[in-house]
């Protein structure tokens, strides 16, 4: 549905955005994440056909976006960065007009207004005009407008930007309910955001895709996945750490900790993700008699992902 | 076509409700009548001169009527939408630029042809108080309302190269008096000390000022007419091409 192609966009000498290529399927929910002023909103708005790339194509829906960019158009609902919206209008009117502007006329313009401002919780705000509203409503009259004309394909820049822990909830359900049947590309910095609502990945830094697989995939990337986390008391640190090191399928053993509490961290010989390792300290426990009161599987954390993937030089001294 | 007119009339609906939205419209209607009685009573000498003509008492203020309330309905034109992110909105709507540029165009147009339309009590007056040439008066009425599309046109493009409406006022009020000034006899007489006649012809045919005037004077010549709309058209064609630019940087 959307591809692009070797994309690059060049301000002066610098790169913005540097040779990106990726395609989404419908049915996908792709997360666009990377670290401010990697390229997000310049990738998104040269997907809009909003800005010229300096070279590089984007089709969707087999239209290119700079030859064909009415067709193109037609097919995308695109929620800005900054969720803009003409201040003096009320919300009805703006999504009136942009309805309208979707060619959306008499009684089908009706039922989209009723059927977004519900599906953004606008139903107590239509008559109110724009600049009374706070930054919320805001953002999701914006987001009603990118929704008005039914799209196939959703461009969201930090759709739940600005939004309290409750819409932000509703907003990803919203895009994860609307992803089975459309193509959503959107940007975040909210790592658990994409854990919740993308069936697909891609980090970009400094203007280059970094990553891009599932979150699952992602997450198989971190030091931390497959570890085993045990935490007891009562026992010495060096004894669980001897203790622990003696397990054949464990790798390095770390211990941290204090008088009352040991923590333990054991790392596999082999990075498969498997209970194999948790059930051999589960015995070493269980034999040695130790109490404990955690003891866990590691999946790997996004955040530690993202860090070693954006920050290659500092983030792995960190744990 | 159907699809682009429908484009060009949608936008200009809303920028038309706009004006119309916020007091703006209101507090320049009245700012333009007024200023528009002043000059053409007080300094214009209505009643004193004693002639059933509006060229002299009310017309000829017009230029620089137009010279500070045209910007001031043209500035926010595209600086407004620059400055809070709405062009990105708009330009990414399934419609061609030149389509938004004439709509906004046409939008604030006609909203200055409301406003001329408004001093009508002054046709009124002449044609009570003596027999004017009807004629003349609607050929200087059009003279006047292209002359303020004019000023519109280059505020428009103006208004393209920033996000601050006070820097497009500004740079359109300067450039708007050169377009003036060109054709203004000090002027082209301090030219004509140096410059070859050709040159200073063209320069002063650059100018609004005598194509004005033939509308004032005389009736409409085709070529004053032409003048007019081919500084609106080249307005607008270069607020495309700033408009281009924009989006790429």
Known sequence: MITVENLVKKFGPKAAVNDVSFTVQRGEVLGFLGPNGAGKSTTMRMITGYMPPTSGRVTIGGHDVVEDSIAAKRLVGYLPESAPSYPDMTVEGFLSWTAEMRGLMGNARIDAIRRVSGLCFLDGVLQ???????????????????????????????????????????????????GKNKVIVFSTHILEEVEACCSRAIIIDRGQIVANG?????????????????????????????????????????????????????????????????????????????????????????????????????????? | MNDSLRHVRTIAKRELGGYFNSPVAYVFIVIFLLLNGFFTFKLGYYFERGQASLAEPFFSWHPWLYLFLVPAVGMRLWAEERRSGTLELLLTMPIEPWQAILAKFLASWIFLGIALVLTFPIVITTG??????????????????????????????????????????????????????????????????????????????????????????????????????????????????????????
């Open chain 1, 128 to 178: 109110q005009s724009v600049d009374t509203l706070s930054k919320g409503y805001r953002h999701r009259t914006c987001l009603a407008q990118a929704l008005i004309h039914d799209p196939d394909v959703l461009i969201l820049d930090e759709p739940t930007d600005g939004l309290d822990p409750n819409q932000k909830h509703e907003v990803r359900q919203l895009i994860k309910n609307m």
């Open chain 1, 214 to 319: 599932t979150p699952d995939e992602l997450k198989a990337r971190s030091d931390f996945s497959g570890t085993v986390t045990l935490r007891v008391h009562g026992v010495a640190g060096e004894t669980v750490r001897t203790k622990l090191s003696n397990v054949a399928a464990a790798g390095k053993v770390t211990v941290a900790g204090d008088a009352a509490y040991v923590n333990a961290r054991v790392f596999p010989r082999n990075r498969a993700i498997s209970g194999e390792l948790a059930n051999a300290v589960a015995r070493v426990v269980a034999s040695e008699g130790w109490s404990f009161d955690e003891l866990h599987t590691e999946e790997g954390r996004l955040d530690d992902v993202f860090r070693s993937i954006t920050m290659p030089d500092t983030a792995k001294s960190g744990a």
């Open chain 2, 128 to 249: 009570y108080l003596g027999s004017p040439d009807y004629k003349a008066i609607f050929s200087q009425y059009l003279g006047s309302f292209l002359l303020a599309g004019t000023y519109l046109a280059v505020t428009e493009m103006m208004s393209a190269t920033t996000r601050n409406q006070i820097i497009a006022f500004i740079i359109s009020v300067v450039v708007c008096f050169g377009l003036i000034l060109c054709g203004w006899e000090p002027v082209t007489k301090l030219m004509a000390g140096w410059a070859p006649e050709s040159l200073v012809d063209l320069v002063k045919s650059l100018s609004t000022w005598h194509h004005y005037a033939a509308f004032q004077n005389g009736g409409p010549f085709l070529r004053d007419a032409l003048y007019f709309v081919s500084v609106i058209g080249f307005s607008l064609f270069s607020t495309s091409v700033v408009l281009r630019g924009v989006r790429g940087s």
